[in-house]
C-alpha cells in the first residue's frame, strides 16, 4: 500500500510538473502573436505611399494622409495673439515649404501651418508644398539648390529673396518663429551654424 502511496505522490508530482509547462507554451506562443502584429502593424504603416513633386493641400488632407493630417489640424491651439500680428507681415511674402509625407515631424507641423494660414484667414496661393522621399529628393530635383537637409523646412521670401526658414520644428513656435522671420527679428532655426 505504502509503495502505491509513493507512486501516486510521484505522479501527481509529475503531472503538475507538465501541467506547468502546458502554460507557459501558450503564453510564450500569445507573446509571439502580439510580436507578430505588431510587426504588421509596423509594416502597414511603412506601405503608405510616400508623395513627391509639387502638391497641393489636398493631396496631402486626403485618404491615405488624413489619418495623420486631420487630427493634427483640429488639436493644434493657435495662438492668436500672435497670429494678429504676424497676419499683416504675411502680405508680400512667400511660403516654399518642403516635407515629406513619411516623416513625423512634417506630419506634425505641416497641418499646424495650414490650420494657422486658416485662422488667420490667408489663402495658400502664395504657398509651394514640395513632398519629398526619405532621402530628401524628388524625381524632378525640385530640392535643388534649396539646402534641404531636414524636413519640414518652411521657406519665407520676400521680393523673391529668402527672408529666412523655419527647419524640421520651431525654437518657441510656429507663430512666435514666423513673427521673428516677418518682423525681421533676429532667427536661427535649429540647424542653423
Known sequence: MKKLLYIVVALSFFACKNEKKEIKIPTTETTATTEQTDSIASEEEEKL?????????????????????????????????????????????????????????????????YKLLDIMKVDDKSLELITVDEEKVTPEHLEDGFNITNVPTFIFYRDGKEINRIVESPIVSLEEDMLSILSGKEYKHSYAE
Open 49 to 113: 505611399p510616400i508623395l513627391t513633386g509639387i502638391q497641393t493641400r489636398a493631396s496631402i488632407s486626403a485618404a491615405p494622409y488624413d489619418s495623420w493630417f486631420s487630427p493634427t489640424y483640429a488639436t493644434y491651439p493657435a495662438d492668436k495673439v500672435t497670429l494678429d500680428k504676424v497676419k499683416p507681415l504675411l502680405a508680400d511674402v512667400n511660403v516654399k515649404i518642403f516635407m515629406g509625407t513619411w516623416c513625423e515631424d512634417s506630419q506634425r507641423e505641416v497641418p499646424h501651418f
